[in-house]
């Protein structure tokens, strides 16, 4: 079964607010990567956490990792119009390189 | 310093054709990953590669896909027979070992088969 399952939102906030996304993986993993899709684009990549981190900040976004739950979540503070875009997350079981995509989480940032 | 170059970027195929997406990974880079995505969905793993050989094709589909990256030259995704279903996004992505963590993912090609 696919690892990293989004809460299947889509959000829709105003410019200069926070967004919050969640992300649910079923077995161990090595690390979890969070993307970033802009429509019809290809992926970004824009932070990794390891299993044995608990919070990564990178600018204006902030990961963490409870492993215990099997669970991660991605905020991004002050929202831009440009954040815009399909957010994904991403596991790496040990052993492997695969990464195991969720289904994506669309964020709509109203200017 | 080119990213992960892919090509095309759109094809259009009719049933029963054959399609190849090439995949140029970024220069020092000698893993290639390949993955599907649907319309609304995620992406899913299909393959990965190093030079001439297939490290783990655990998600391609027994029939009519391959994938090589030979030595010299991009990796070449090549499905025969296309039906409708194929119709997806093909992205490849490049790492330069095993085992670094981060893959850098091209624009992808949208294929669609009329």
């Known amino acids: 079964s696919q690892q990293g399952e989004e809460d299947p939102q889509a959000l829709s906030i105003q410019e200069g607010e926070n967004a919050t996304m969640n992300c649910s993986y079923k077995?161990?993993?090595?690390?979890l990567q969070w993307y970033r899709q802009n429509s019809g684009r290809g992926l970004v990549h824009l932070i990794l956490?390891?299993?044995?981190?608990r919070e990564k900040h990178s600018g204006r976004l902030r990961v963490t990792l409870d492993t215990s739950k099997k669970s991660s979540s991605l905020l991004i503070t002050a929202s831009r119009a440009a954040d815009t875009a399909s957010y994904f997350c991403?596991?790496?079981?040990?052993?492997?390189?695969?990464?195991?995509f969720g289904k994506g989480n669309q964020v709509v940032v109203i200017p | 310093n080119a990213g992960v170059m892919q090509n095309p970027r759109h094809l259009v195929r009719r049933r029963g054709q054959e399609a190849r997406l090439r995949c140029s990974p970024m220069?020092?880079?000698?893993?290639v990953y390949w993955y599907r995505q649907l319309p609304e969905e995620g992406l899913k793993f299909m393959v990965y590669?190093?030079?001439?050989?297939?490290?783990?094709e655990s998600g391609m589909p027994k029939e009519r896909f391959s994938a090589e990256f030979p030595k010299e030259g991009p990796s070449i995704l090549r499905i025969q027979q296309v039906v409708r279903g194929d119709s997806a996004a093909y992205f490849c992505a490049s790492s330069s070992t095993s085992t670094q963590e981060t893959q850098y993912f091209g624009p992808g090609t949208r294929l669609l088969v009329l």
């Open positions: 220069k020092g880079h000698s893993h």
């Open positions: 077995t161990s993993i090595n690390n």
């Open positions: 590669l190093q030079k001439e050989n297939i490290i783990d």
């Open positions: 991403a596991t790496v079981p040990y052993g492997n390189n695969r990464l195991a």
């Open positions: 956490i390891r299993s044995n981190e």
